[in-house]
């Protein structure tokens, strides 16, 4: 009896690369700099230094630039093109995908609920002035350049989406009307 028939990647969502990956383990340097460039392009970690990026993501130039700087400190990055998964394959690693963008949103949440307390907290101890408007305006624009980078890499639409967006909306309005009070208070307004 023959296995599973391979779905076609066009299919599924398009090729992926397989990426294999060494470093020299002292420094460390350019090993953690490989590992956190490619999670930052979207990397699914499926083994030690081994991992899956979307073809969807374009990662050829970064990949070329990063096998450079590899070779250059001793190390190697192969690049292999899987055009096609099972059904099943690809659905585990979908659901994989989406699980390690799910964190990343977890973590976005924890975060804007930490700039919704600071705004609670400072608030509260009648603190509004310029500089906390700025230093929570400086935490909102980060926030929102992560959730950017998360975006970019959520190509299977993990669930966790909605609700981070949602919750940084209401930061931004929060620290809008935290803006306005510090307004008021620092100009003599009413």
């Excluded at 073809?55 to 070329?64: F, I, Q, R, S, V």
């Excluded at 929060?174 to 510090?182: G, N």
């Amino acid at each position: 009896m023959p296995g599973p028939t391979p779905t076609r990647a066009a299919e599924v969502g398009g090729a992926w690369h397989l990426v294999i990956h060494r470093a020299p383990r002292e420094p460390s340097t350019e090993r953690v700099a490989a590992w956190r460039r490619l999670k930052r392009l979207g990397a699914l970690y499926i083994g030690p230094s081994t991992c899956l990026l979307p073809a969807a993501l374009e990662p050829g130039a970064e990949l070329e630039e990063l096998s450079a700087r590899l070779g250059a400190a001793g190390g190697r990055l192969l690049r292999l093109e899987v055009a096609a998964f099972t059904e099943a394959a690809e659905r585990v690693v979908r659901e994989c995908y989406n699980a390690e963008r799910d964190a990343e949103y977890a973590e976005l949440l924890e975060r804007a609920d930490a700039l919704l307390a600071e705004l609670e907290r400072e608030g509260g101890r009648g603190k509004f002035t310029f500089a906390e408007v700025e230093e929570n305006e400086a935490d909102l624009a980060k926030l929102r350049r992560w959730l950017e980078g998360v975006r970019r890499r959520d190509l299977f639409h993990a669930s966790g989406l909605e609700p981070v967006e949602r919750r940084i909306a209401g930061a931004a309005s929060e620290l809008a009307r935290f803006a306005e009070r510090a307004a008021e208070r620092e100009s003599g307004g009413p």
